[in-house]
């Protein structure tokens, strides 16, 4: 059998030897070169789709990432969201229970964008009447683009969302700015400590 080099096996595999280039290499460093070695090579990558979004869901010390569609519905997105806790097997999330209902689970996003340690409000944007050059005219509410998809409440690819469950008893509506929202970020220092 002859033994390959590097440069050679990788003329070989410039030629369309692949398999062939690939199975002497792997019998030259299995060391049994009476033996077939089959190899598949693993199915190239999709081209990125920009209709997919990348977004990181947070609770405390928790980062689920999901890719979800930029035009996909909350609704779905919930359903995904608990679908992936479910898929762990855990029925608790930082002392919380997983609820199976996706209308338990409450979305936030940071005040500022740029800084989440300023704090969260929820995502979706209650019902409203505004005054526009003396009409009166509805924006938010259940049905409003703003509450549908992460593209119609101005989310972009990478977003970071806080989530938690609706507690029993607690009313949709309620607490809409408060400091339930248990994220932790962490900074510089506790990740890579102090530089000197």
């Known amino acids: 059998m002859q033994r390959l080099s590097w440069v050679d096996l990788l003329q070989k ?3 369309g030897e692949v398999y062939s280039g690939v199975a002497m290499l792997k019998r030259q460093l299995i060391g049994s070169p009476g033996k077939a070695v089959h190899y598949e090579y693993p199915q190239p990558l999709p081209d990125p789709d920009p209709q997919k979004w990348t977004l990181r869901f947070k609770q405390h010390k928790t980062t689920i990432l999901l890719f979800v569609d930029q035009a996909q519905s909350f609704t779905s997105i919930k359903t995904d969201l608990l679908e992936a806790i479910a898929k762990t ?3 608790e999330l930082n002392g919380q229970r997983v609820p199976t209902d996706p209308e338990d689970v409450i979305f936030g996003v940071p ?4 800084d989440p340690s ?3 409000v ?4 209650p019902e409203t ?3 526009v050059n003396g009409t009166s005219k509805k924006i938010g509410g259940k049905k409003s683009v703003l509450n549908s998809s992460p593209l119609g409440a101005g989310l972009r690819d990478g977003a970071m969302l806080a989530f938690r469950f609706q507690q029993d008893g607690q009313g949709a509506n309620e607490d809409r700015e408060d400091e339930g929202w248990d994220v932790l970020i962490p900074s510089y220092e506790e990740e890579y400590g102090h530089q000197t």
Do not use: A, P, Y
């Not at 005040?111 to 740029?114: A, C, P, V, Y």
């Open 13 to 15: 595999l410039s030629e």
């Open 89 to 91: 097997g855990r029925t």
């Open 111 to 114: 005040i500022e964008k740029n």
């Open 118 to 120: 300023r704090g969260w």
């Open 122 to 125: 929820r995502l979706d944007i």
């Open 129 to 131: 009447g505004v005054q």
